[in-house]
């Protein structure tokens, strides 16, 4: 699947990104193990995601740094359908857009531990 692009759940970030953002990378310190094998890389909340985005240029380290949370944990005008909502707040109405658009494949929880920062 390396390399394959795909069409992003929500539009938010696809100007700044189109043809270099939404594409599925491979790294080690992804593994099924100890979570799903998937993860989804946000550059301005891990330095493995930084990491991997700056190896594979979808960032630059002097670009456009995508970062729609605020310092209270909610999300900026940038994400227009949840602003100024705390971001685990939006978990369900997020669910639902994603039914809506007939972009929710399955809806279920899988218990995993995992590195959260309310950034």
Not at 70 to 83: C, K, L, P, S, W
Request: proline share 4%; aromatic share 14%; with cysteine.
């Amino acid at each position: 699947m390396k390399g394959w692009e795909y069409i992003p759940i929500f539009d938010y970030f696809v100007s700044q990104f189109k043809g270099r953002g939404f594409i599925v990378l491979n790294d080690t310190y992804v593994t099924d193990d100890s979570g799903t094998g998937i993860v989804h890389q946000a550059p301005a909340f891990g330095e493995e995601d930084y990491r991997i985005c700056l190896e594979n240029k979808i960032i630059t380290e002097d670009g456009f740094l995508p970062c729609p949370v605020d310092e209270q944990g909610r999300f900026t005008q940038e994400v227009a359908d949840f602003a100024g909502i705390y971001v685990k707040e939006a978990d369900k109405n997020i669910q639902k857009i994603l039914k809506q658009k007939n972009r929710l494949i399955i809806q279920s929880q899988l218990k995993h531990s995992y590195p959260f920062c309310w950034r």
